[in-house]
């Protein structure tokens, strides 16, 4: 008997991990044993961090060390900006243009001739390519814009510290507690499509910075990452319209039979993503402190029609790109830079995943059913 095809490895086990855990049916996310909602509400993402890699909670000392540690981290060497500005000036996509810098950074990297199966070092150099890849985003938009990209600050957070690269203005509280959950929520998602590709990448003991760069790659398809981008577009397409949100939705999905609304549904989850249900409070928070809460009531609107339509019912639920879109857009960040946000906090979970997996590693080599010919004749090139 022919064993059974899995395409797309659906509900197939290639691995243990403690990392995270997701039961679809409840709406629940864990993270090393703690419930995704404490830990936004509580943890910053840089303790997230260290608990993913570590196993466990900082000590204070231990997260004053490690958070030192990082900011120290954030600096990139000229070579990398003159890099940057190229990139903006060829006009490339933002997740393309992550590829390149995430890959360059090895360079500037003191440790990146040890060997991939030092995890000691591997985990220092993780630290590293996540401290300075907000570094690089932040340098390639201000390029891209005309302008000249700011040192990181030391006395300032991982999120604080990328939303004033990116801006120029440093955050207030709201917006820099804001985006710092947003950083937690998307640290991890089991083993996703760019975390389980980095994880591949790592099988063959290739070293973090070959992981992460395969990661932003398969990140950066349609089907993985973009949704946020997609939810935000379709809101700002509303927008110019002057048109009711629910009257524009039931449009498109009449007009076009394979269009669906991005932000909906997921993989994974039955019921409305967790995550999405903290970023839902932090858009209307948002938008009652900026005074363009129509961002959120659009997306609020959309999500009760489905609700009364019973759709929900049948997993057509905000997933968490369905609000994240409208968090990060007023806070100031560009539509197109959604995705390379997305990937600047994946970076957590990939490098955790390949740690952990590269700790007892065994190379990933699964196999494909054949259906080709098995007898074919050659013909030789001249009677072709």
């Known amino acids: 008997m022919s064993e059974e095809l899995k395409k797309g490895l659906e509900g197939v086990l290639v691995a ?24 936004a509400a509580e943890a910053s993402f840089e303790e997230v961090l260290y608990l993913l890699w570590n196993g466990e909670l900082p000590t204070r000392e231990q997260l004053e060390t490690f958070a030192a540690s990082m900011a120290e981290d954030r600096a990139v060497d000229e070579r990398v900006l003159d890099t940057a500005a190229a990139l903006a000036e060829a ?47 932040a340098a390639f938009d201000r390029y891209r814009r005309g302008e000249e990209p700011l040192s990181p600050r030391e006395d300032l957070g991982h999120a604080a510290n990328f939303l004033y690269m990116l801006t120029g203005e440093e955050p207030d509280d709201v917006a820099e507690e804001t985006f710092d959950q947003a950083l937690t929520l998307h640290a991890d998602h089991g083993l996703n499509a760019s975390t389980f590709t980095a994880m591949v990448v790592g099988s063959t003991m290739a070293d973090l910075y070959s992981a992460v760069t395969a990661g932003v790659g398969a990140l950066s398809g349609p089907l993985h990452g973009g949704a946020n981008q997609d939810v935000m577009e379709m809101l700002l397409d509303i927008d110019a319209a002057g048109e009711d949100p629910v009257e524009y939705v039931e449009r498109r999905r009449s007009d076009d039979d394979g269009w669906r ?67 990060y857009y007023q806070l100031g960040i560009p539509v197109d830079m959604f995705t390379p946000i997305f990937a600047m906090s994946r970076v957590g979970g990939w490098i955790g995943h390949t740690l952990e997996y590269q700790a007892e590693n065994r190379l990933i080599r699964p196999r494909a059913r054949y259906t080709g010919p098995t007898e074919a004749t050659f013909v030789p090139l001249d009677e072709r």
């Open 261 to 327: 609304v991005p932000g909906m549904g997921h993989r994974v989850y039955s019921v409305k993503d967790p995550r999405a249900v903290i970023l839902e409070r932090k858009s209307e928070e948002l938008g009652q402190t900026s005074g363009e809460a129509k961002w959120y009531e659009m997306a609020d609107a959309i999500e009760h029609h489905f609700q009364a339509a019973g759709l929900a019912e049948k997993g057509i639920a905000p997933n968490v790109d369905f609000y994240s879109g409208t968090v």
């Open 91 to 137: 006009d490339e996509e933002p997740m393309a243009a992550l590829r390149t810098l995430a890959s360059f950074l090895s360079s500037d990297d003191p440790e990146s001739d040890v060997a991939a199966d030092d995890l000691d070092a591997a985990r220092r150099k993780g630290r590293r390519v996540t401290a300075k890849i907000p570094t690089v985003l």
């Open 16 to 39: 243990e991990s403690s990392l995270s855990f997701i039961d679809g049916e409840a709406g629940r996310l864990v993270y090393r044993g703690y419930d995704i909602e404490e830990l």
